[in-house]
């Protein structure tokens, strides 16, 4: 069966950290505010197992989810696995994760290591007992794996994953010849000779490391996480009800949630917490679109499920008590926030959390409510929006609206990140395309392709721009130009394709398998260093930043235009920019990173940029979004800024919001929103 | 009995660091220049125990005592415990510290920790046996504990320590119930569920560790090391004669002197380096104090001892050879911080060192004697010194004067070091308290208050500042009341009182208990991110920074006046500041942050500044400081820059350190010191 | 018998990286190219030892080598212990170098300690079965022992080192009781009682370490490294034929090159990436001469062997997958970098590497070929240098000609890089001295001296600028004199003869020994901080910049000029440079280090300076060498810039690589190089 996010709004909550007595009163004011459902029990194994196997206390929640029952308050109930007792930790140090060097981490949280097979057998000991005692319980309408699976740390060093790395190898490439030819061991006399030999990477001098290996690595830790969660979903599916869903929360690293998904999943949650844009650590001048920036992790989410739920939306000034430290919300920012996530595609937003925490190292990851308890200005704003949520009854399920994608790959995304070669040119391109598509109102989609891929994940696009995508398989190499052949635009930037899919590199000329049906040669390369700053390129006259790395191309066929020239170096004139036509469509090759105005100007020339620009006149400032469900459109107006922007209205709509019709010239306060029916 | 520091100037030497035959040489010119004491044995275990429980060579001191007593030097003893030696480090490397991640510290001082049952029977062993054997000797007049105890660590994590610190918890706490509340520990499922899991916390991911365990590791810090001092003054206590005085040397962290002197100290000595302020890596433009910062270390030492020693005075250019590097300090500073430091209650001062080091990781800690050996301009100075200081003969015991004291406690310093919401808000207060007072001539203590403290610790003043004491109990709120009850002025800052005595955060309005009385509640809280730099409020048409954090105040009581309002962001034109007459007192709260212009202000409202406006006008550039014994005043004058500064004097004062008399318009020197009687 | 490098072009190749059906067209197209040297095998153990003890694949590189002879390409056969094999690592985990604190280091290369018995077994027992398998092969010419012995790593701290220390400790010291004495461990009670004691220095507080017993660890670092590669000498000396070479390759840290080739090696070479200059991490305006400052390496090789080779010369752009990034150099630079060894000394250059790797972490260090083997940019400029190559025929062997040198000792560059107060001094003084002859046209060379120098080795000087050296013992102080009572100039900078050879102090005046014979006498002395910048001191009439550290001078004989003075400060007016007349010679002693200007200007004032004007004018921008053979001289001029560079040659010469006459003003092209018979 199909489970969806139950549409709403949500809190985070710990009846633990206070006593019982308030419980009553704390769902009162939570349904008085329009917070139907309550996320709870994802830190609390201790108070369920407190000692090794002692479940006497295992309806320790009882209680608390009969008043819920009784005030139809729905709970989504989390697994605890995310903080191991100390028991447990005291008895089975194995089950700590560890540095590359093989220091173990203790201290609060996340301090795990998912191949421990004592912290399996307990892990999974626990969920049976939970699923089996609370599976039933009327007020539960799903659960929460976990929580924030890879959040903090991502790699694991632990004796149980080197064990586990090498079953891991084993079955993806057979044999010992296998594993040495795809992780390169030739170089530097890495061979294994016997699979004892075999582990995950040490600590190597000024932190070398064999890219190959660590890209089989950055697999296996996700693997490791995938297989984790899978188990307590097949726990969990087995003892509750068919109708409740399942999921987890938060975008991490080292995880391919196309695989995280496939583990029984029904739908992702992300974590939004915006604020971090203003923390006191954070360079403010060094960003322009601050808390803007997190569209881009919604639009993230959104590739994963195209409607998702927020499990924990920011609802006050965060920090801990070691570091962090983020001001409180403006007046008005957290309905932003709230705004900005259903924009994307939220149809349940859950706020961390109810109270602030009494105790421990989140003393400062601020509540609706403080310490005292007093109703104060962030729960008067919460409470406009859930009055106001109401009047989006018939949103949810609207799909974002998007012709233009960003394509990605786990593969290259992990090799990005373990390759500062690689990820040196990623990072610029990210913001470029991002920056530009926002700037302009033009929507923007990810697709995170594999194996699986065909060409019906790519139909809803009519532009896909490709940056860097150094390794680059037959397989996808012919899905992208099948998508062409369509009628489709693809934009290839520099280094597509250098790489295979171990990160070896294949003798044969770049930009590899795409060259030849672009029609373009690498005939010189080169990063570009501090001499070559401000390098452009010129196209029709104007001149266009090409920033960080440089591919000088050469045209392999008469059908290829040559649309920009560099400007400068030993390589001026030469083709910096091409442009084919294949079958139906069109393929553009960039010898560089895209800068901003790069992309904005592919936009133009691919007439994409803008599609609201019939629908309303929007100054930069704010950003703008659609959802679409069958003939009914939803026009999100967002004002990140703290002064008025001015929007022009070319006819009346009504903003669900306020229930008001606005025309013509429309001033939207500072950090305000509308949403149109149009 | 009580013992006083003994007046005079002194000198640190190591006769083991050069052949006998030049002692005698030593010492006589030491008795030339006027130093008089003489501290020795402090790193020398290795000398009077080569081997374990070789004792044949404990009298290898005794030739130089001899000589000491022959020309009435005076001897201070040091114990030897800062460096074990090498046999004790090897057979026993449980006695060496470690950190968090249970890494041992080797390496040559203060490697040890005070909690391994070896250190601590070797360390009592070598006391005692040093205690029989010096102490009826002559010459000797005191003795020194260890050495710059929890200097350059005051973190321990040694398995000695971890058990140390389970005894700990139950003596202070009785049951794991009790730990577990009291540390917070349902927080992320922590709780003990059996005594043997008791430990200090470990390494956490991103440094992450559990507040109020923190809180309570660094109590035990302290308690560790006054145990450790505790038994040290026993073991002389029992040998050595009533009249010599116990001392030790040195502020260093996690360390509660107010515990450490109700161990058996006599008095503390501080170790004086302000010409830090001038090392090379430090930015010289960050901090136009500079060298006059050190004043506020000795306020510091003020508070432990009224009357104090400075064990080591820095007396040439400074550094290791790992790092540090001190320039030669020009002509005049030695003196000018000798007089800083008896202006500030100093009636010992003792140079380190007598001769540099031609050997160690200390050859660039330059002494009043270079390696040659040849008399220079630094023994030109120090004897300058010892021939003035015989004019403050009747000084001696004379006391610093100040109406105006910061309120801190020892809890509270340690929540503002383990926490960085509590450490980012104390040390810009801070920094604006000193700098108003230095500059506006008003002089300063501070009050280190506990659960023992009594009104009569507090009635020498007449203004508390109590920057921001986060943990603030119902006794020292109680305290503080009767202080203003009774006709004192207290001025609370932000954050006061929103944490209990463990750092948890109850559920009740802030300010917590003193709000009650002081007549406010904080509706709205933040602290300011960089988008609000430059924050003010109003009072009565001046604008005065409140920055770094902002607390919304509320009025509770019509008898509360508002004396200054935010001038912007959401909460402009609320309260920032208020004030309350309370018995014969007034207790003010501000919402901030101070900023030294605010003090300013509140010294002024209070009439409390520049108290000795009528004895001399004076530039900024000077410090001035008065010590009083009976009717006897004596003004000090400091001079702390490399330009001449210019007084008023309103009659004639007789400069005891020349002999003459002055009046009218006096120019000072650069770095040129004044005591005037007055 | 003497073994000379062999004269020619090179390149590095991995046989082992592609398939064997590659190997013939690679060597031939090298041939082409005019390469006719390959350096093979560095990296391949794992190939020629699979498995502990299994050498049926030792013939791995048969077939290449017979491929090699076809052609008469000569082949430079690497040991392979840089790369240990994992097996060898597995079983024997002690072979792993260690970090102070006792962690051991994993990872791809260099992982390995000189000590362990188990490591000297393995290492010894492959590089006899390749001496014996590959001794006599008719390809083979020469031999290079490991791979770039202490690079990635210099410091060793495993078991294996600990243990051996203490043997070289009693092998050098005889006694504990000269230990503790040599080692200063007097100071803070680190005296050993037993042998047993003995080891390296563990982590110690804040990385504080006793500076001898770190100097006698770099000595025993380099001892190690002198005595792992002599055992490799002897084996392959035993085995191969007497004309074949044996050399190693690099420059790096605590290794003493004097010991090194007195293990038997014939000359050295070195690995010059003169690229780093560009790297995109580099602060690019923090230096102006930037690849230039590769001619200070080459300097320092030159000083090991007058005529070298560079075993790697940098062909591309740079980076390993983990961190640097270098871009591709431009055309004309590699060429520029080819001349830029030739004209330091180098016969024999090169290239790193044929074909960049296509697996492993160094995938970005680029060679002549790209992944694709398609032949570009690169393969045409090093044709091109082949080519030219063949003008220089009877240059091989000629000597580069210096009248300056710099004076170094092992001993004072260890000292200076363990001690921050040396360190900060050598740094800028280098750096001064370098680009004052650098920018004037004033060659100049090292000498390295220790206790075997004789005035042989300064003979062909005329002027010896003797920096910093804070060890200096008598014999070297005579030898200096003996060298200005011949005739000879000495310039000695601040803070010489302060330490003796194991850096105690002595109890003398400084500058110790050289004092008595150059005059002077140090009455006073301190660091510049940063109130100090800018000091200078005045020399008839010129201010020049005496940077970092100041030391007051007294002339201590009537024949002793003083002919600088200090301009600021306390000791304005005092001296700061001296000179005497000393038989011949004239001794100079500065107390400060040096600026640019001031040694330009005792360049200037010895007729030292530009002693190549009569033959060409040239500007900053370009560098001039000469080499000369018995009556024969080859002038080269090497253009940095990216700009042309204007000459004037006096008369006509013959540029060798063009085979042109030149005459008058002459423009050099951006990167372009002239060797001019002259």
Known sequence: MTRHVDPGLGVCYYPEHWP???????LDRMKEAGLATVRIAEFAWSLMEPTNGDFSSIGWFDDFLDLCAERSMRVIFGTPTATPPVWLQ??????????????????????????APAYRYYADRVVEQIARHYGSH???VGWQIDNEINCEIDEFYSEGDHLAYREFLRAELGTLEEVNRALGLTFWSRQYSDWSQVRLSGRGLHDAVNPHSLLWEKRFFSHSAVRFARKQVEILRSHVPDSHFITTNGLFGNLNYTELMKAGLDFITFDSYPNFAFDVDRDLAADRLRDRRWSWSLTRTRSISRCFGIMEQQSGAHGWTSRMMGPAPKPGQMRLWTMQSVAHGADFVSYFRWRTAPMGTEIYWHGLNDYSNEPGRKMQEVTRIGQEWAALDDLWGADYQAQVAVVRTYDNVYDSELDTWHGRIERPSDDAVFAACQLSHTPLDFVYLDARSSLEDLERYRLLLVPHLAMMDEAMSELLRAFVEAGGTVVFGARTGYKDSNGLCPMRPMPGLV????????????????????LTATWDEQRLPVPVFSEVLEARADDVEVLARFDADYYAGEPALTRRTVGKGQVYYLGACFSEEMVRRLLTETGLVSPLAGLIEAPEGVELAVRRKGERQWLFVLNYQDEPQVLRLPTAYTDLLSGTSEQGEVEVEPYGVRVYAV
Do not use: C, M
């Open 90 to 115: 005291r008895a089975h140090p194995e089950i700590l994760n560890a540095d590359r060097s093989g220091q173990t981490y203790d201290g609060p949280r996340r301090n795990y290591n998912y191949n």
């Open 515 to 534: 060259g030849q049906w672009a029609g373009v040669k690498v005939t010189d390369f080169t990063n570009l260093g501090q001499r070559e700053e401000g």
């Open 138 to 140: 009327l007020a539960i």
């Open 20 to 26: 019982s007595e308030l419980w009553a009163d704390d």
